[in-house]
């Protein structure tokens, strides 16, 4: 999911090591996938890593993308 968004924004490869990080702790942390509940707010989660320099309108897609996929196969809500 967030490869496509990174390849549109133009984020070289080789900095794609982060932007997974974060899109695994969104899954975990934020949406509750492999736990029972979430346990930080996806706001506080697209913080954190801006705060670790990632871009917030790549992060800012990448929800988008995972929110909107999940509603649609019935994942989420």
Excluded at 16 to 30: C, D
Excluded at 32 to 45: K, T, V, Y
């Amino acid at each position: 999911m967030f490869v496509p968004t990174l390849t549109e924004k133009n984020i070289p490869s080789a900095q794609w090591g982060p932007y997974k990080a974060f899109t695994n702790e969104l899954l975990k942390r934020g949406l509750g996938l492999g736990r029972q509940r979430p346990s930080m707010s996806i706001e506080a989660i697209k913080n954190k890593w801006v705060n670790n320099k990632l871009d917030r309108d790549v992060l800012d897609t990448i929800v988008s993308k995972i929110l909107t996929q999940g509603h649609e196969l019935k994942i989420f809500g």
